[in-house]
């Protein structure tokens, strides 16, 4: 397990956490933790360049039919941010 220390953190804020802390039954470590594991566990995985490649490729392939088009991926980008900002 990794430990964190968090420095000039505001008094007001320690004091939401203790007091959040008495509420629960725990101690303030132990609120803080259960805080940030529930704040970044719903957080999407970060995604490897060769993850965010395929899922490139596989949109692709989707929007045109399985036939790989004769343009860059930057061309592509841009034409489906324009498709969003249309609401397609």
Do not use: C
Request: hydrophobic share 45%; net charge positive.
């Amino acid at each position: 397990m990794a430990t964190l220390t968090v420095r000039n953190l505001p008094d007001a804020t320690r004091d939401a956490i203790r007091i959040a802390a008495a509420r629960h039954g725990r101690s303030m470590e132990a609120e803080v933790r259960m805080a940030l594991e529930t704040t970044f566990k719903s957080a999407k995985p970060v995604l490897t360049p060769q993850e965010r490649l395929a899922r490139i490729d596989a949109a692709v392939m989707k929007a045109y039919a399985g036939k790989r088009p004769d343009w860059t991926v930057d061309e592509f980008i841009a034409e489906r941010r324009q498709a969003a900002e249309r609401g397609e």
